[in-house]
């Protein structure tokens, strides 16, 4: 069975930086997906944030874009998220998953944007 283990989050003041890691472990090499982050605000449903196809290639939600940088380690079996310049409306849960089809959810990690 795929497992994704999230990590990395935080409490971080406006304008802070955190690196978010998710590996897979079970029958997955993320290197022949699309991977993807997403999160899920208070309150609010869960959206996608960041991809990475196979090819490399990487796509951004217009919220986060430039601010934010999706990456991978096909040796570590590991989905990465840079997040500079952070902001108040970056608080939520991140999670990752393939983008074609969801495997089970891993439980997230908190990252919490605020002064």
């Known amino acids: 069975q795929v497992r994704f283990t999230e990590s990395g989050g935080g409490l971080v003041q406006p304008g802070g930086s955190l690196r978010l890691s998710c590996a897979a472990s079970g029958n997955i090499n993320i290197s022949n997906y699309i991977m993807a982050w997403y999160r899920q605000p208070p309150g609010k449903q869960r959206e996608l944030v960041a991809r990475i196809f196979s090819g490399g290639g990487t796509w951004y939600a217009l919220s986060i874009k430039g601010r934010f940088t999706i990456s991978r380690d096909g040796a570590k079996n590991t989905v990465y998220l840079q997040m500079n310049d952070l902001e108040s409306e970056d608080t939520a849960v991140y999670f990752c998953?393939?983008?074609?089809?969801?495997?089970?959810w891993g439980q997230g990690t908190q990252v919490t944007v605020s002064s």
């Open positions: 998953n393939r983008f074609d089809r969801f495997e089970p």
